[in-house]
């Protein structure tokens, strides 16, 4: 019986790991070969800092090479010769990556196309394909300078915030709360490990009283985590996102049990109302509109500013801060106050001279710092006064 033989379909070819050989032999790559030092060698820290950022500029470059090539791709609608739908489709098929991740890749090969003052900027590596990924969508004709000045001089991680604020202060309030509607969703999904990952994309004061009363929750629950069946006796103490996951999961089932399972958890939401914006605790800009919906049920307390824009502390001297003092404390302490940290959940106030060597509970010696250097900083803290430690011999 005669036999035919079918050409190879390029898309569906098995491709090799990067780095290998048909014969198994290591391929060049072009990186050099670092040993790994012993137990008792010395790691030079300086210079791997310096090969990371290196290679960290490389794989921009790299990044924004191919961008170029699927933006142009894509425009050709040459995906449509492989029989794929679409540019993501094809990009997820053939590179064999999460069709959500094609799809950021698109739309930011999109936007390098129609404004070449982004394309630039990411060749001149002032703004990473991360930062492009959240610019992408909210770019236009009329924005897109701005855009692209302020994700040059904003890190990464604030950048989505500082858009917002922007969009906030230039965009009608009805707008954005229309755009923000709108875009609402909350997506489920099945990891490959069984668990399950969901996903809320919400109004920004339905997102923080949501966000409020978990927090909440996790502060005042100071019960021991249970030990899985099986497991050893010592238990680790659970990290912030899983006492979130359990707060979540106690609210939740309270209220579908009818709040039986657990007490209902009340919580505060606070919002600054500036001459130059409001704002949730966490830089979240919120309307005019959102804010004065909520002003008859709410509570207002003033805080008096000095020449500086500083919160100034009028509250008396006491163990604890005040409410008052609290939110002096909050403006001034975005962040964990120890450096290099920039943690800005369940921040916990923290007395700089601490409280048993009569530090006072005043506004310039408070600060606040997440848990794990809060309770570093406790376990550093000497047994005697700094100024008997001064005189000892």
Known sequence: MARTEQAPNPQRAPQRRAGRRADGAAAPTGATSRPRPGASGAVDVHGLSAEIIALSSRLAVGTCDLLRLIGEFDAAGAYAVFGALSCAVWLAD?????????????????????WPLLDAAMADGDISYGKARIMAAHLNDDNVAE??????????????????????????????????????????????????????RLEPMVAGAICAVIDRAVTVDHSQPETPTGADDVTERPSLGQQRADALERIIVGAAEGGTAKPSVTAEVVVHVRDDGNTLADGTPLSDNAVTAMLPESFVSLLIHDNER????????????????????????????????????????????????????????????????????????????????????
């Open 310 to 393: 500083q919160p100034i502390d009028a509250s008396p001297r006491r163990q604890f801060p005040t409410r008052r003092q609290r939110r002096v404390v909050d403006e001034r302490y975005v962040e964990c106050a120890h450096p290099g940290c920039h943690a800005r959940a369940l921040l916990q106030y923290d007395h700089i001279d601490p409280r048993r060597f009569d530090g006072p509970t005043v506004v310039d010696n408070l600060q606040r710092l997440c848990g794990p250097h809060n309770r570093a900083k406790g376990a550093r803290r000497p047994s005697v006064p700094p100024d008997e430690l001064d005189g000892a011999a």
């Open 94 to 114: 053939t590179c064999d990556i999460e069709l959500v991740t094609a799809h950021n890749q698109v739309r930011v090969a999109r936007s390098m196309r129609a």
């Open 147 to 200: 855009l692209v000045r302020i994700a040059t001089i904003t890190p990464v991680g604030r950048l989505g915030v500082a858009i917002a604020s922007w969009l906030h202060r230039n965009e009608e309030a009805d707008v954005i709360e229309r755009r923000q509607h709108a875009q609402r969703f909350v997506s489920i999904r099945t990891e490959p490990d069984g668990m399950v990952t969901i996903t809320a």
